[in-house]
């Protein structure tokens, strides 16, 4: 029985212990590591990093927690609900709201998002993050989170895609039905992978 319930995440007030512990299980993502060596300055970015990341998913998808019997989170998912660019009507604000949801991230991982939206003929979703506190990782947090994930696109029809650097993840993605298209390098020699589950 878990010791944990999931709770979606509806207002930024959260947001500053959820950013912490997203940046905490993070901190030893190789990309981080290799552009902020120094563990605080690691931390300071990341937390930063993710508070913007959960701004983001708030307005245009959803953030899903773990939180401990006290209330404290323990895990989090965030998402983003993507418009199939080609199926937008020709409108500056739909092209906007293209351009926003992408223009917040770093240069390679806009490149997957428009990859993983060539793969779509409607709206998809992204993981733009499955974070699990280290002090939890290994108890099934973040698989809970995930199943919810996947449970919830199949009921809507929505692919899901993610990014990531860390090729244990890949692995683990791919026990979830997700599969590599597109293998890269951001900073040799960190490598990432852009993986899809496809609409049921």
Known sequence: MPTYQMRPITSLVHSTPLAHLIGRAFLADPVFT??????ADRLRHTTELYTGDLRNCLQYGSVWTAQSPSGD???????LDMPKRS???????????????IARFDPDERDGLELLDT?????WRYI?????????????IGTDLLNHTIATADHDRRALGIMTEIPRTVRYYQRFGF???HEG????????????RPTP
């Open 119 to 123: 793969t779509q003929s409607t709206p």
């Open 179 to 181: 599969h590599i298209i």
């Open 185 to 196: 390098s951001e900073s040799d020699p960190v490598r990432f992978w852009v993986l899809l």
């Open 87 to 101: 199926n937008l009507p020709d409108s500056a604000t739909h092209t906007t709201i293209w351009e926003e949801l």
């Open 34 to 39: 290799a552009n902020y060596p120094v563990p």
């Open 73 to 79: 989170p323990i895990g989090a998912i965030t998402l």
């Open 128 to 140: 733009s993050v499955l974070a699990v506190d280290p002090d939890h990782q290994g108890t099934g």
